[in-house]
């Protein structure tokens, strides 16, 4: 894919992000549902002027306690959104954040410290006394956003003077975040200021319709989409609602009381944020617009969300993509088409940014209707894989990046998702497509997935609302004429493995089912 040369420097940094917001627009309104756990004092009730002076000020603390451009600076801690701005400090200082998940367990984390070069670590007391209580000799130096013992506090740099910012080459590692985790360990992904400014570019243009509208976010603050949907609202100058607690208990007076125009989560959580159709309140009546991105979003869901609204015509909009290439295709939907939605078609490419096509085992690209492998040719796609370039490099072909996804593309080029390659069961065409039959036909369900048992059966583990009982002869009928599948199991939400971004490790629950065969 060519490029223009006027575009090959560009770059998106995420340093200045707030301070150029904050000039562009003012003290525009920054609510958190949680104080800050680098100033508490603050309170919840911010701004952009407040954030950047806070981003300033912790990068001063960062160079005060010795970090330096281009040196790897881990931040794992307890979920919040500081998160974000010791990250916006690192890179402001032309270190390199490399951002773990606080669900990590700690012996993921010790492996993913290990294929790093003695990186600085941020994080606190819960992390220094738990999971990460054995790090010696991975780390250069603990830094603590507390009085963890045996770490440096950050509060003994506080008063230092912020440094002139520092601009890395927009093709040097910019940012290092880590994948899913579904099939094992997380690998590290390296991002570099220019493919992300080539994500960036075509999410704001897909921002514009919605600009300054106020913004509700409840994502992965370790996820390189976060960052780029918040550089998009925060050039629009859009105010801010930002959301440790998924909890819709919580969430919905918050958003009753700042009646988002914008209301972006993880498709899980939307599942969980159903109940808000109709809670007190109507916290969802003023969106305008839906966001769903990493993975795909049950049908009766995107209904639920639509309805709840009252704004004349609100839209959901689907991006499909990987941490690895960014979005590769996208769709939005109506009320109207919300109604007749496959949840299986994931969108189109990106014109002039993404491209996408469906191979054979060969890598020979298939007619329509045919399904193959999925593979995307993108400008934002990342460096490498820190420690596994031969992994990074076994998913190329050519200028095209194997997605991991079985489907197919319709005749006018729309792309369709069947499943994962490694969650194929023969029995059932289409894991994916079953599941969001029964979600709309049994609206009690929270989840359900099908994995393969022991004996590569399909097993459904549903989890039902309010942890009631399956109704088993509801169950007889909803799947009366879908494929054979072995009896539900019926788990607790809470018992589900999960990545960062809430979705279900589908390897992890086999393993889990052939355990519970054997004991």
Not at 310 to 320: M, S
Not at 371 to 392: D, K
């Amino acid at each position: 894919m060519p490029q223009h040369p006027l575009l090959v420097d560009r770059g998106f940094y995420l340093g200045p992000m707030f301070r150029q917001a904050a000039d562009r627009h003012g003290a525009v309104f920054v609510t958190l549902d949680r104080p800050l756990d680098v100033s508490p004092a603050l309170g919840v009730d911010l701004s952009y002027t407040v954030l950047a002076d806070v981003v300033d000020e912790l990068s001063g603390r960062l160079w005060e306690a010795g970090v330096r451009p281009s040196e790897q600076v881990v931040v794992h801690k307890t979920d919040n959104v500081d998160i974000v701005l010791l990250t916006c400090a690192v890179s402001r200082i032309g270190a390199v954040p490399v951002l773990l998940s606080p669900t990590l367990s700690g012996p993921v984390v010790g492996q993913l410290l290990g294929r790093l070069d003695r990186p600085w670590l941020i994080s606190d007391r819960a992390k220094l006394e738990g999971s990460l209580y054995d790090i010696d000799g991975l780390v250069r130096q603990a830094l603590s956003v507390d009085d963890a013992p045996g770490a440096v506090p950050l509060a003994k740099y506080a008063g230092a003077t912020p440094p002139a910012p520092v601009r890395l080459h927009p093709r040097e590692p910019s940012l290092i975040t880590h994948s899913s985790g579904t099939t094992g360990v997380p690998k590290l992904a390296v991002h570099c200021a220019h493919t992300m400014w080539n994500r960036l570019v075509p999410q704001k243009a897909m921002g514009w319709p919605t600009r300054g509208e106020t913004a509700a976010l409840h994502m992965s603050f370790v996820h390189s989409r976060f960052y780029h949907l918040l550089g998009v609202l925060l050039h629009f100058g859009s105010p801010l609602v930002l959301i440790t607690d998924p909890d819709p208990a919580a969430v919905g007076p918050l958003l009753a009381r700042h009646r988002p125009g914008i209301v972006e989560t993880h498709p899980n959580t939307f599942v969980l944020w159903e109940e808000l159709a109709d809670a007190p309140g109507a916290p969802l009546s003023r969106v305008r617009s839906y966001g769903s991105t990493f993975d795909a979003i049950h049908p009766r869901t995107v209904r639920r969300l639509l309805g709840a609204s009252r704004r004349r015509a609100p839209r959901l909009i689907q991006l499909y993509g990987q941490s690895e290439t960014g979005p590769v295709a996208f769709q939005w939907f109506t009320r109207r088409s919300a109604g007749r939605a496959d949840g299986r078609r994931v969108g189109i490419g990106i014109p002039g940014f993404t491209r996408v096509r469906v191979t054979d085992d060969s890598g020979r690209p298939v007619r329509p209707g045919t399904p193959g492998r999925i593979e995307a040719r993108t400008r934002g796609r990342i460096l490498t894989y820190l420690g596994a370039r031969e992994r990074y490099e076994r998913q190329l072909d050519g200028a095209w990046w194997q997605m991991g996804d079985m489907g197919y593309r319709s005749r006018l080029g729309g792309l369709y998702l069947i499943d994962r390659e490694i969650d194929r069961i023969d029995a059932v065409h289409s894991n994916l497509e079953v599941e969001d039959t029964l979600m709309s036909r049994l609206e009690e369900l929270r989840e359900v997935v099908i994995v393969p048992g022991a004996d590569r059966e399909p097993v459904p583990v549903v989890c039902v609302r309010g942890e009631r009982p399956l109704d088993p002869q509801r169950w007889r009928a909803a799947t009366a004429d879908l494929p054979p599948m072995a009896e539900p199991r019926q788990w607790r939400f809470e018992e589900l493995p999960m990545t960062a971004t809430w979705k279900v490790k589908r390897v992890e629950i086999t393993r889990m089912l052939t355990e519970r065969v054997r004991a």
